[in-house]
């Protein structure tokens, strides 16, 4: 029968609500500690490890508490990560990848395939200024061929150390075929390349910045923030056409972040492209339910599983969440 055809007026509907067992059942959208990546910060130069405000559980790591971390990660059944690489030293141009190439070999070293590691691919850790990429002279500009260069010569480093996925975030024009074929160049084409192809100039990475260390310092005419090359909140056709661009130019994931104020986005570039769909719930949107509660609003770990919830089902196959690695146990405890 057409379901225009059928009165549902009458009918119970809450029958199937009942029970967790007939509410498990029924349900479409199920998570699993599977499709969970944990965020890493690798920091140059730090005596000890260091927490970051309204990121409960993420630490700015040394490299040997680092290693600790994994291991205790795995341990609760975490085995997908995306580092960041820190260095201590900031330049506006020349940078020096080696510091986070050395921690992702430490790390392929010790777990080998036992993990999979993203590294994230992007300059604002390493300029002096906190852009993105490389400024022109006055510091109005950056600059889009000189900065995806770098990103190239960053991501092949990161290749050869080891990294399973290197994920550009900067937002450049250009980035992904200049890094698919640097990779494929040195004979690394297995190497998966996940582009933050929609990602949106947004308010929600506060706590991130203090974590890698890169916020926009520009002064008077010099470039404040990132809205010249991050996507404009209010044009979702740009993050569309991005990711088109992307998934051409060779990435293999491509990616909505922020997560929950851009469901829509996700819903419907996840529709239109086939390729598989991460989506980054980002340092202030985990943050946000970490306040509320501290501040007994919600209950913390059942507001985690519901925001996950509504990540997968609006078409992501994997999560980038602060939260990764209490996903197996949260998800046990949140009752159905
Ligand atoms: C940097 C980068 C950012 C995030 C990941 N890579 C922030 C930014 O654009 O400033 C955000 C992650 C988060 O907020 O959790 N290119």
Not at 64 to 73: A, F, K, N, W, Y
Not at 229 to 245: C, E, M, N, T, V
Not at 304 to 321: K, P
Request: glycine fraction near 8%.
């Amino acid at each position: 029968m057409a379901l225009d055809q059928l009165s549902w007026q009458g009918r119970s509907f809450r029958r199937m609500r009942q029970s967790p067992w007939a509410r498990e059942l029924s349900r479409t959208t199920r998570l699993s500690v599977e499709q969970f990546i944990q965020p890493l910060f690798a920091v140059e130069g730090i005596a000890g490890r260091e927490a970051i405000p309204g990121l409960t559980g993420t630490y700015r790591d040394t490299p040997d508490s680092l290693l600790r971390q994994i291991e205790q990660d795995l341990e609760a059944g975490v085995r997908k990560f995306l580092l960041f690489g820190v260095p201590g030293s900031k330049k506006a141009h020349g940078f020096d990848f080696s510091f986070t190439a050395a921690q992702i070999s430490a790390i392929k070293k010790r777990f080998g395939q036992d993990l999979f590691l993203a590294v994230d691919v992007c300059l604002c850790s390493s300029t002096d200024h906190g852009q993105c990429g490389i400024l022109n002279p006055e510091g109005d500009h950056v600059q889009n061929a000189a900065t995806v260069k770098e990103l190239a010569r960053a991501a092949l480093e990161y290749a050869r150390a080891g990294a399973d996925c290197v994920a550009p975030s900067d937002m450049m024009d250009g980035r992904v075929r200049a890094i698919r074929d640097a990779v494929d160049g040195a004979g690394l084409e297995r190497t998966l390349l996940m582009s933050y192809s929609a990602k949106f100039h947004s308010r929600f990475y506060g706590p991130f910045r203090v974590a890698a260390d890169s916020a926009p310092k520009g002064q008077g005419s010099q470039l404040k923030d990132r809205a010249t090359y991050q996507i404009d909140p209010g044009r979702p056709k740009d993050a569309l056409l991005s990711s088109l661009r992307d998934a051409e130019e060779g990435a293999d994931i491509l990616m909505v972040k922020p997560g929950m104020p851009y469901l829509d986005v996700l819903q419907d570039l996840s529709r239109e492209i086939p390729l598989p769909w991460a989506v980054y719930e980002v340092s202030g949107e985990f943050a946000g339910v970490e306040l509320m509660a501290e501040k007994g609003l919600v209950n913390r770990e059942a507001a985690h599983v519901e925001a996950w919830t509504a990540l997968a089902r609006a078409g992501a196959s994997m999560i980038i969440s602060y939260g990764s690695r209490f996903a197996r146990d949260w998800l046990e405890r949140v009752s159905s």
